[in-house]
Nanobody, 117 residues
Framework: QVQLVESGGGLVQPGGSLRLSCAVSGSISSINNNVMGWHRQAPGKQRELVAS???????NYADSVKGRFTISRDNGKKMVFLQMNSLKPEDTAVYYCSLRRLVYDYWGQGTQVTVSS
């Protein structure tokens, strides 16, 4: 079993920043060869992939967050991060860390991000 635990969510004003962290543990010995991702789901909306990072460190972003969010990884610590800047109310969602083997088949419990005045 692989466990992913997110942290760093909270309440922030529009234009503010948050840094989300994801710690991976369990049966997987390393995340060196895995694509890692961050998904989010807002009430009444489908879950969407907002950022991913390949084993080689190449990032990809949804258009809605490009230029504002940065995904990074620390393979030695088995951690993944999402730096979120210039936050907008529409970024409000539960953010989930995810690990891809064949597909994104391991998920964290999520951390709530609320962007509001």
């Amino acid at each position: 079993q692989v466990q992913l635990v997110e942290s760093g969510g909270g309440l922030v004003q529009p234009g503010g920043s948050l840094r989300l962290s994801c710690a991976v543990s369990g049966s997987i010995s390393s995340i060196n060869n895995n694509v890692m991702g961050w998904h989010r789901q807002a009430p009444g909306k489908q879950r969407e992939l907002v950022a991913s990072i390949t084993s080689g460190g190449s990032p990809n972003y949804a258009d809605s967050v490009k230029g504002r969010f940065t995904i990074s990884r620390d393979n030695g610590k088995k951690m993944v991060f999402l730096q979120m800047n210039s936050l907008k109310p529409e970024d409000t969602a539960v953010y989930y860390c995810s690990l891809r083997r064949l597909v994104y088949d391991y998920w964290g419990q999520g951390t709530q991000v609320t962007v509001s005045s």
